[in-house]
């Protein structure tokens, strides 16, 4: 059975304005996610299981609680770590029809970038004090030998280049 990937699509406008928060923040210039990649995964598993699409958590409303760093060594990312029953509830679903995690708690959360330099101190960072809105789930295949490269979410300094000259220009990307 091929893996899968069961993720959320976020409400337009909370995304962006998650976006506009992250800008505030201390980070590195090519080290923020590109506001379209922000979701949060319900389920990762290259082993694949029977799942079963679901709407429950169309309309959920998630808090953002905390920052933290996730991952290791070059792998590490900034996460905002998000308070949702509802999230809680469809991840032990998906354990239900046979995904198994490999971590021991399932944390919800939408990855914001790269993780800062050690100099950075996340807990300094506030809190956004606006929920942020699921759309809808969807799922994805994950095709044999693939990666998580979260670098390749981010924008570059080629993209920030461009949005620049798409601003002060006002011309198409």
Not at 28 to 55: C, V, W
Not at 84 to 101: D, H, I, K, N, P
Not at 146 to 158: R, V
Request: net charge negative.
């Amino acid at each position: 059975m091929a893996g899968i990937y069961v993720t959320t699509k976020l409400n337009s406008e909370d995304q962006s304005k998650l976006r506009k928060f992250v800008d505030t923040l201390p980070l590195p210039a090519g080290t923020r996610m590109r506001e379209k990649e922000y979701h949060i995964t319900l389920a990762y598993s290259k082993q694949g299981f029977d799942y079963k699409h679901n709407t429950v958590v169309e309309g959920t409303d998630a808090k953002p609680s905390r920052w933290e760093i996730f991952g290791t060594g070059d792998d590490k990312v900034l996460v905002l770590l998000l308070e949702s029953e509802v999230l809680q509830q469809r991840f032990q679903q998906l354990c239900a029809q046979g995904y198994v995690c490999k971590f021991p708690e399932y944390n919800p959360h939408i990855t914001c970038g790269l993780a800062p330099p050690e100099s950075v101190d996340i807990s300094k960072f506030p809190v956004p004090q606006f929920n942020i809105t699921v759309e809808y789930e969807y799922s994805e295949p994950i095709a044999e030998g693939s990666s998580y490269n979260p670098a390749e979410m981010c924008e570059s300094t080629q993209d920030s280049f461009l949005s620049f000259i798409h601003f002060m220009y006002r011309s198409p990307l």
